[in-house]
């Protein structure tokens, strides 16, 4: 089992830049696949970046390509994830998430999550 807390959300204008951080405790964070989601006020839950357990794989919606990047470092057992050039359809709730027993992972359907954090970005 692993807990996850989420951290790094603010408010911030348009064209801005953020890093989120998702830290890890309990199980090995290395035998997590893990991802990013996040809910705009109203809308349902959306993919935004996922990363395989050892970092080599990382996926993106179409977009958000170039915007968004996801790291992890294993030795710190925490997820970033990196948002430039942000926009105000950016706004949402953004959380972590962790899936035991794969390598790579682009479903839905993750074991763990953590409580999200808000983003919000003004025009």
């Known amino acids: 089992q692993v807990q996850l807390v989420a951290s790094g959300g603010a408010l911030v204008q348009a064209g801005d830049s953020l890093r989120l951080s998702c830290a890890a405790s309990g199980r090995s964070f290395d035998t997590y696949a893990m991802g990013w989601f996040r809910q705009a006020p109203g809308k349902g839950i959306e993919l935004v970046a996922t990363m395989s357990r050892s970092g080599t794989n990382t996926y993106y919606p179409e977009s958000l390509k170039g915007r968004f990047t996801i790291s992890r470092d294993n030795a710190k057992s925490t997820l970033y994830l990196q948002m430039d050039g942000l926009k105000p359809e950016d706004t949402a709730v953004y959380s972590c998430?962790?899936?035991?027993?794969?390598?790579?992972?682009?479903?839905?359907?993750?074991?763990?999550w953590g409580q999200g954090t808000q983003v919000t970005v003004s025009s």
């Open positions: 998430a962790a899936k035991s027993g794969a390598e790579f992972y682009l479903g839905y359907n993750y074991d763990y």
